[in-house]
C-alpha cells in the first residue's frame, strides 16, 4: 500500500464517521471528479476538441459537487441552477481576458526540461489555458452557492413567516461571511501551492516587475481573480434568484389557503 491509496483510505473512514450517508456521497463526489479530470486530459490528449469537452464535462462537475456534496435537493437544484448562471458569466470573462493575457503554455522555468523537445503537440495552449482557469473556479461556486441556499432556506423553514426584506437582510450577513471565508480559502490555497514559485524568484533575485510580467504568476493571479469574481457573484445572485422563489412558493400557499 502507498501513501496515497493510504491517505485515501484515512479521508475514506474519516468523511464516513463525520459525516455518515452524506459523508460517503461527499466521498463519490472528490472520487468522481477525479476521475472527471483525468478523463478530460485524456480527451484532450487524444485530440478531442477542448472547448467541446469543457462545454461537456463544466456541468457533469457541478452536478457531482453539489448533487452528492448535499442530502437536500432544494438546495442541490437552486445552487446548481445558480452556481450554472454564475459559471456562464464567468467563463465569459475568463475567455476575454485570457485571450489578451496569453498566459497559455510554459514558462521560463520550464526551460531547462524543455531542451531538446518540440513544443508544435498539435494542441492550443491557450485553449488549455482556458479550461484550466475554468475548472479551478467551479469549486470555490459551487461551495459558495451551497452555503448561501442552505443557509437562506434554513432560516425560511425556521421561520415560515420571514419577510423577503428580513431574508435578504440575513442573506447580506451571511453572504458576508462566507465570502471572508471563501477569500481566505482560495489565497491560502495560493499561496500553499505557489510557494516553490516563490522560493524561485527569491533565491534568483527577481525584480518586482519581472515577477509581474512572469507567466507562471499572471496566469495563477488570473485564477484567483477568477475565483473571487465568481463567490462575489454567487452571493447576491443567489439571494435574488432564491428570496424570489421563496415569496413566490409562500403566495402560493397562502392563496390555496384561502
Excluded at 67 to 93: E, Q
Excluded at 101 to 119: H, I, P, R, Y
Excluded at 187 to 201: A, R
Aim: hydrophobic share 55%; proline share 2%; charged share 10%.
Amino acid at each position: 500500500m502507498n501513501t496515497l491509496t493510504a491517505l485515501l483510505l484515512l479521508l475514506f473512514v474519516l468523511m464516513l464517521l463525520v459525516g455518515g450517508k452524506t459523508g460517503l456521497k461527499s466521498y463519490l463526489s472528490v472520487v468522481i471528479n477525479a476521475c472527471l479530470v483525468i478523463l478530460v486530459a485524456l480527451l484532450i490528449s487524444w485530440g478531442v476538441n477542448i472547448i467541446g469537452v469543457a462545454l461537456v464535462f463544466i456541468p457533469l462537475k457541478l452536478l457531482t459537487i453539489i448533487y452528492l456534496g448535499t442530502h437536500d435537493y432544494t438546495v442541490a437544484r437552486n445552487s446548481f441552477l445558480t452556481a450554472l448562471i454564475v459559471s456562464a458569466i464567468v467563463i465569459c470573462l475568463i475567455v476575454l481576458i485570457q485571450f489578451f493575457a496569453q498566459t497559455g503554455g510554459f514558462g521560463d522555468q520550464a526551460g531547462e526540461e524543455l531542451v531538446g523537445l518540440s513544443l508544435v503537440a498539435g494542441i492550443s495552449f491557450p485553449q488549455i489555458a482556458i479550461v484550466v482557469a475554468i475548472f479551478s473556479t467551479l469549486g470555490a461556486i459551487a461551495e459558495a452557492s451551497v452555503a448561501m441556499t442552505a443557509g437562506l432556506l434554513e432560516l425560511k423553514h425556521h421561520d415560515p413567516l420571514i419577510t423577503k426584506k428580513q431574508l435578504e437582510e440575513s442573506a447580506l450577513q451571511m453572504g458576508s461571511d462566507i465570502l471572508g471565508t471563501a477569500m481566505n480559502t482560495i489565497l491560502f490555497g495560493f499561496f500553499g501551492s505557489f510557494l516553490p514559485l516563490f522560493i524561485w524568484y527569491m533565491r534568483l533575485h527577481y525584480s518586482l516587475f519581472e515577477v509581474l510580467n512572469d507567466k507562471l504568476f499572471v496566469g495563477e493571479c488570473l485564477i484567483i481573480m477568477y475565483s473571487f469574481i465568481g463567490v462575489l457573484l454567487t452571493i447576491p445572485l443567489t439571494t435574488v434568484f432564491l428570496t424570489r422563489s421563496l415569496t413566490h412558493e409562500s403566495k402560493n400557499i397562502k392563496n390555496k389557503k384561502e
